[in-house]
Nanobody, 125 residues
Framework: QVQLVESGGGLVQTGDSLRLSCAVSGGTFSNYAMAWFRQAPGKEREFVAIIAWSGRSTYYADSVKGRFTISRDNAKNTVYLEMNSLKSEDMAVYYC??????????????????WGQGTQVTVSS
């Protein structure tokens, strides 16, 4: 079965940077559009960023545009989320997700076929 394992979360200060990784196994990684979502306590899971299977197309939530960068390495079956200028409102559990389709409806949680277990990002001021 397809497994997604996130890593790289931790405790940082406001303005710091952090890079999350998501390793995928058990499937054909290059077929998947890959996305990052996040969920803060008491809030719904929200879209952060998505990258097409080819890596040629990316989309971001307005709240992270210009600060976060999603990338992928199809040779390593891994997707990354580089997060810069972190703010307190970025604090959440971050999840990676995979979809065997394209990037349409990318903000919908229901679109995605596979999810990781999440990694905590804590931002202190």
């Amino acid at each position: 079965q397809v497994q997604l394992v996130e890593s790289g979360g931790g405790l940082v200060q406001t303005g710091d940077s952090l890079r999350l990784s998501c390793a995928v196994s058990g499937g054909t990684f290059s077929n998947y559009a890959m996305a990052w979502f996040r969920q803060a306590p008491g809030k719904e899971r929200e879209f952060v960023a998505i990258i097409a299977w080819s890596g040629r197309s990316t989309y971001y939530a307005d709240s992270v545009k210009g600060r976060f960068t999603i990338s992928r390495d199809n040779a390593k079956n891994t997707v990354y989320l580089e997060m810069n200028s972190l703010k307190s409102e970025d604090m959440a559990v971050y999840y990676c997700a995979a979809d065997e389709g394209g990037t349409d409806n990318y903000q919908r949680v229901s679109k995605y076929d596979y999810w990781g277990q999440g990694t905590q990002v804590t931002v202190s001021s």
